[in-house]
């Protein structure tokens, strides 16, 4: 177990272009989640995946995101046409699958180090 | 609809002091509720959690908190501040029906010497 790990960890670009970023969560975990955390503030929210199936998008994950996990495994979050106000770090986390039958371990979600886009 | 409320952005003590960091929570059910540690431009540390088995809970480093239905608190304590502990908290809430997590605004822990 190496943890959730996110790629790249840093990312500089111009305003109008394109990034991609990668989250490989721990293994066997089937839900993963992104989030976007600016200075200051809590992590927020922005999309949803158990395996394969985005499941939950927030409203602020407009048009020019968007996100996958193909086959359930790692999973790329894209935003188009960057703007400056796109600029925070973006949180993947992981989390196990949750037993049933009022078994409520494994409820926790394993973050990653984070890739702070700097839009410019 | 779950929500979390941390009251006090930054909180300041002197090294060997009690640490009490405020959380109360907001959920149309019985909740699964999360402090986490988060060091300048790292990710987030689970330091504990609440799971309904127990209401006082215990984490690493020292810290424990204590869930108060009545009271909708989970405040994360701490007897002693080390240095080391100066970082910036977030309480959180996830609906045992639901999927996310929700995170409170932060509270910024400062050790003074």
């Known amino acids: 177990d190496t943890g959730v790990s996110q790629n790249p960890r840093h990312k500089i670009t111009k305003r109008g272009q394109n990034v991609t970023f990668r989250c490989d969560p721990i293994?066997?975990?089937?839900?993963l989640y992104w989030y976007r955390q600016t200075l200051g503030q809590g992590p927020e929210f922005l999309t949803y995946?158990?395996?394969?199936?985005?499941?939950?998008k927030s409203r602020l994950l407009s048009d020019r995101f968007s996100a996958e996990r193909p086959k359930g495994s790692f999973s790329t979050l894209e935003i188009q046409r960057t703007e400056q106000g796109d600029s925070a770090m973006y949180l993947c986390?992981?989390?196990?699958?949750?037993?049933?039958?009022?078994?409520?371990?494994?409820?926790?979600?394993?973050f990653g180090q984070g890739t702070r886009l700097t839009v410019v | 609809a779950q929500s979390v409320t941390q009251l006090g952005s930054h909180v300041s003590v002197s090294e060997g002091a009690l640490v009490l960091l405020r959380c109360n929570y907001s959920?149309?059910?019985?909740?699964?509720l999360f402090w986490y540690v988060q060091y300048p431009n790292q990710g987030l540390q689970l330091l504990l959690k609440?799971?309904?088995?127990?209401?006082l809970v215990k984490g690493i480093n020292g810290f424990e908190a204590e869930f108060k239905k009545s009271e909708t608190s989970f405040h994360l304590t701490k007897p002693s501040a080390h240095m080391s502990d100066a970082a910036e908290y977030f309480c959180?809430?996830?609906?045992?029906?639901?999927?996310?997590?929700?995170f409170g605004s932060g509270t910024r822990l400062s050790i003074r010497p």
């Open positions: 293994s066997e975990h089937n839900r």
């Open positions: 959920s149309s059910v019985p909740p699964y």
């Open positions: 609440y799971t309904s088995a127990a209401t």
């Open positions: 995946f158990q395996n394969e199936a985005q499941l939950e």
């Open positions: 986390a992981s989390s196990p699958r949750i037993l049933r039958q009022g078994f409520r371990e494994g409820t926790e979600a394993f």
């Open positions: 959180a809430v996830r609906e045992s029906s639901a999927s996310k997590i929700i």
